[in-house]
């Protein structure tokens, strides 16, 4: 391959690969991966002679990972990591990019590929958690375990093992799928973001109000915890929903009464969410369950805000259960069943309001806990729109 050649194959486009369409690459990478992987390497070659042109090299050299990543075969698969982890050289991405290169191309490969394709991946054990190949086979891993692949296998276990006793985020979370995350990356036709009340009532039991609910939620006490309304707030957060999220944490006097945690309860609450309410419609409350709102939480963050970027299962699924975690007050080392059985003693609403913090033209998702003392309430609220929103009303 000449100096300035980028474009392997004698009968492929004179354009230079950044150019290329995603079907050309696939093609590319289906008929001669090699070709495609040399130019990669010729590509990244340049950008750490020169150090000019890093932005659009990164760019173009991801491509060709992910369409290598994204084509069945061994060596697709060894050639698409190998360009991630170890031949794009870190400083010529950005942050974001650095973040989602790994978890596109895992997610890819995962889709794309044969297990025992995958499997000598992790023949060798990583001495530290940090850099881009660590980062990709812990994607993986995680990816893995959300179809419910991998687990039994020696070596991806004991690759595994090697990240949790590093410390690595991602290796807290299960090697494989509960069953409370069932809902997890599927799709049901019909069944996209709630934007009316109609649709609300129609999906879920609508509690109704009480006086005493009322009564209740202005003897409510605003409890302040940054860090838990960050760990709150970081499936929409991370996914770059556009406005800021609210996380509060209230606690009661006295226990609530079993009928009282309704919508009259939280509208007492002084939320910014809240503000205004009922200058364009009636606030309403309806009665959920733990698995809803832990998919909405993942949805969030492997979807992605409006202007934002999905954030791959494996994180996703991190960021989902580290909000679920701070929604109920349990600390990080609380095994992940045993939070899904306290999960059942919590009382959980969804709930919706007309007020100017909502925009109710992409995605909007509001929930309260009860805990089982029925003396602890939390609250989220989130709103995306592509309105530039830096102040909420």
């Not at 990244?44 to 992910?66: L, P, Q």
């Not at 909405?296 to 679920?324: C, I, K, P, T």
């Not at 998702?365 to 592509?386: C, G, I, M, N, S």
């Amino acid at each position: 391959m000449s100096h300035n050649q980028v474009t392997p194959g004698d009968n492929a486009s004179d354009r230079p690969l950044w150019e290329r369409s995603g079907s050309e690459l696939k093609h590319l990478a289906e008929l001669r991966p090699e070709e495609l992987y040399e130019a990669a390497e010729q590509l990244c070659r340049r950008v750490s002679g020169e150090g000019t042109g890093g932005a659009s090299v990164a760019r173009a050299v991801g491509r060709i990972a992910e369409a290598l990543a994204d084509t069945r075969s061994r060596d697709c698969a060894t050639f698409a990591v190998d360009i991630v982890g170890r031949l794009l050289p870190p400083e010529a991405t950005d942050r974001g990019e650095a973040d989602r290169l790994p978890r596109s191309v895992a997610a890819k490969l995962v889709k794309a590929q044969h297990l025992r394709d995958l499997e000598p991946l992790f023949g060798e054990l990583p001495d530290g958690m940090q850099g881009p190949a660590v980062e990709l086979r812990a994607c993986l891993l995680g990816e893995l375990a959300l179809i419910g692949s991998g687990a039994g296998r020696r070596t991806l276990d004991a690759y595994a093992e090697r990240l949790r006793e590093l410390g690595h985020p991602l290796a807290r979370l299960p090697r494989t799928r509960l069953d409370i995350e069932h809902r997890f990356t599927v799709r049901v036709r019909g069944l996209g973001p709630i934007k009316t009340s109609k649709q609300l009532r129609s999906r879920f039991p609508e509690v109704p109000s009480t006086d005493s609910g009322t009564v209740a939620g202005r003897g409510a006490g605003d409890t302040r915890d940054d860090e838990r309304a960050k760990a709150a707030a970081r499936p929409f957060t991370a996914g770059g929903w556009a406005c800021e999220p609210e996380a509060r944490f209230f606690t009661l006097p006295s226990p609530l009464g079993p009928d009282d945690f309704g919508i009259s309860f939280i509208k007492e609450l002084p939320l910014q969410c809240l503000a205004g309410e009922g200058r364009r419609g009636s606030a309403l409350a309806c009665a959920t369950t733990p698995d809803d709102v832990l998919n909405e939480l993942f949805s969030a963050a492997y979807n992605g805000g409006v202007n934002g970027q999905g954030q791959g299962g494996a994180y996703a699924r991190l960021h989902a259960w580290d909000s679920l975690y701070a929604l109920m007050g349990l600390p990080a080392d609380v095994p992940f069943l045993e939070a899904v059985r306290g999960a059942a003693d919590h009382r959980w609403l969804r709930f919706m309001a007309f007020t100017d913090w909502f925009h109710h033209d992409t995605s909007d998702v509001a929930f309260a806990v009860l805990d089982p003392t029925r003396t602890r309430v939390t609250v989220l609220a989130a709103t995306d729109t592509d309105v530039d929103c830096d102040v909420l009303g």
